[in-house]
């Protein structure tokens, strides 16, 4: 018996969980995505290996490769029969640039206990590409930082643009007549996420239905936001990074992005 892929632990704690409340791969801004993180890393998981078979041909050999290979096979300890799944998760929202051929060979490879590279190999690119990785998102974050912060700073003194304590902006569409939700409610709404460049991460125009959420369960600047708003309201939300989702971002949402949100309401669940 052999216990292997030591960094494990760490290498979960960078992979994002599938949101609470997520459709599809939408991920409606969930805060409890790095609560579901931090439960996670602490996993340890053991390996049992009759005999360890290395194969010569297709192994993989530079970082991208070997850690493509290392994800498939850590996908298969975490999911088991859905690391497919899990794998095409992760290629398209947070890890782009993994080898899809390598990644599914390492999948492969784990259920048949015949692994083309060593434990010591999958674990050194594993921490490798992570570092690399963590330094990237630290300049990310810093870059990403300094636009939100500029854009808010011109976007406070544009006309009809109104700026709460805590920093939230928004700008009033249209004013409803209803009632006002409080924290602890559920609203229904519709809503369309974009990047400060104006690209759309999530939407529930583009699935067709009203998205339901437990305002406790939200990110701080959504929450906010929507409790200003009467029922029958359709604002625009300009939301900091410390009000979002910060210097770790999530899924495709950046490190330190800045969020607009545009949002209408409908009704309250108590």
């Known amino acids: 018996m052999a216990e292997i892929f030591s960094q494990i632990p760490v290498?979960?704690?960078?992979?994002?969980?599938?949101?609470v409340y997520a459709r599809s791969y939408s991920f409606c801004f969930c805060a409890r995505i790095r609560l579901m993180k931090k439960t996670i890393a602490v996993l340890v998981l053991v390996l049992i290996l009759a005999?360890?078979?290395?194969?010569?041909?297709?192994?993989?050999?530079?970082l991208i490769q070997r850690f493509s290979y290392g994800l498939g096979a850590a996908l298969v300890a975490n999911y088991g029969s859905s690391a497919e799944q899990a794998l095409e998760y992760?290629?398209?929202?947070?890890?782009?640039d993994v080898l899809t051929d390598y990644g599914m060979q390492g999948i492969e490879d784990y259920r048949n206990g015949t692994l083309k590279i060593s434990v010591d190999e999958i674990n050194s690119a594993l921490s490798e590409y992570f570092a690399e990785l963590d330094k990237k998102n630290a300049a990310l974050a810093a870059q990403n930082l300094e636009k939100a912060e500029?854009?808010?700073?011109?976007?406070?003194?544009?006309?009809?643009?109104?700026?709460?304590?805590?920093g939230l902006q928004y700008r009033i569409i249209r004013q409803g007549s209803g009632e006002k939700a409080k924290a602890t409610d559920s609203v229904e709404l519709d809503y369309e996420l974009t990047s400060l460049s104006g690209e759309v991460l999530d939407s529930s125009y583009?699935?067709?239905?009203?998205?339901?959420?437990?305002?406790n369960g939200v990110?701080?600047?959504?929450?906010?936001?929507?409790?200003?708003?009467?029922?029958?309201?359709?604002?625009?939300?300009?939301?900091?990074?410390?009000?979002?989702?910060?210097?770790?971002?999530?899924?495709?949402?950046?490190?330190?992005?800045?969020?607009v949100f545009r949002v209408e309401t409908y009704s309250i669940s108590k």
């Not at 290498?11 to 949101?19: E, K, R």
Request: charged share 10%; aromatic share 14%.
């Open 206 to 215: 583009a699935r067709g239905e009203h998205s339901t959420f437990p305002l």
């Open 90 to 96: 992760y290629k398209a929202y947070q890890y782009k």
């Open 150 to 166: 500029l854009f808010l700073s011109e976007n406070g003194r544009m006309d009809g643009v109104h700026t709460t304590a805590s």
């Open 11 to 19: 290498f979960i704690g960078h992979l994002a969980v599938l949101p």
């Open 219 to 259: 990110i701080a600047g959504f929450r906010e936001g929507v409790i200003l708003m009467p029922m029958g309201s359709y604002y625009i939300f300009y939301i900091h990074p410390s009000m979002g989702y910060g210097v770790n971002g999530t899924g495709n949402i950046e490190p330190n992005s800045l969020l």
């Open 51 to 62: 005999a360890s078979v290395f194969a010569a041909t297709g192994k993989p050999v530079t």
